[in-house]
């Protein structure tokens, strides 16, 4: 009986001081899933016929690449012509050679009057002329400035019949074919870009509280091998906190070389010690 005491009271003395004793515990790997850096769905503003597409799903695509085109002859001859308008300076010209000659006139018929040759009245009445040659020219310049301002518009609009890749990226979807009619916002392309992959995971306010931007960041990959130098770094952290799971949304960036696919469960962590439990589930998975 005395023994049996002696082993509980023995048993809770080292249990206090387990308890009493700071113990230093593995940095937690958390988890998270990539995701594209870009994932756009492009759309016309504009109504028409598609008349060209240029790329399929699975294509890798270079910023401002054409990737889808629709007809637009009507909208390029419009074009052509306000152009033509817009370089036009015939009337500008005249305009020019009537105020000229007319001010040669003025000053003739000024030198007539000087000598009594004229009257004051013809004078004054080419004056008028003069004057009205003056705001004939300001409307041949003010006509060919709207020519440019209406040839810009219809080259805006001409670029809409257009669709480019804003990034540079993989087309993950295209919606549309050859010769059908299509109206405005509806979706035409999707374009992704995964180099580099985004990490979006939720981290405890207890251990985030301690993270900063920029800070690196160990990723692994399912199948990988776990890499002694980071990989990542910390791009994003939240401002507001998760009330419910008590976690903040820590953004990280990953170069992605070999182009592995966006949608992976990864484990994340934030020291150069991982833990094994949390590597094994994914494996597992």
């Not at 003395?13 to 308890?19: A, E, S």
């Not at 091998?225 to 820590?250: K, Q």
Request: charge should be negative.
């Amino acid at each position: 009986m005395i023994t049996r005491y002696r082993s509980a009271f023995y048993s809770a003395v080292l249990i206090g001081l387990m308890m009493s004793t700071p113990v230093l515990a593995r940095a937690e790997a958390l988890q998270g899933i990539t995701a594209p850096n870009a994932d756009i769905t492009l759309s016309f503003v504009v109504a028409g016929r598609v008349s060209d597409v240029l790329v399929q799903p699975g294509t890798t695509v270079e910023k401002d690449q054409l990737l889808v085109h629709l007809y637009d002859e009507p909208e390029k001859i419009q074009c052509q012509q306000l152009k033509m308008l817009s370089e036009d300076r015939t009337k500008i010209h005249a305009a020019q050679a009537e105020l000229a000659q007319k001010q040669v006139d003025l000053k003739k018929l000024e030198q007539a009057k000087a000598k009594g040759a004229a009257s004051l009245w013809e004078v004054e009445h080419l004056y008028l002329n003069v004057r009205i040659a003056e705001l004939s020219l300001q409307s041949a310049i003010l006509e060919q400035q709207q020519y440019r301002q209406r040839f810009d518009h219809a080259s805006s609009q001409l670029m809409r019949m257009r669709l480019d890749a804003p990034i540079a990226g993989l087309v993950e979807e295209v919606s549309v074919e050859v010769g059908e009619s299509i109206g405005t916002l509806g979706p035409v392309v999707r374009i992704v870009q995964n180099d580099p992959l985004w990490i979006d995971v939720p981290v405890p306010l207890a251990q985030a509280r301690d993270l900063k931007l920029g800070q690196d960041a160990w990723i692994t990959f399912p199948g990988a091998t776990r890499d002694a130098s980071p990989n990542g770094r910390i791009i994003n952290i939240s401002a507001v906190a998760d009330a419910a799971s008590e976690t903040l949304r820590i953004r990280i960036e990953v170069p992605n070389p070999l182009k592995r696919p966006a949608g992976e469960r990864v484990a994340v962590a934030f020291t150069a010690t991982q833990d094994d439990n949390t590597m094994a589930q994914l494996d597992s998975q």
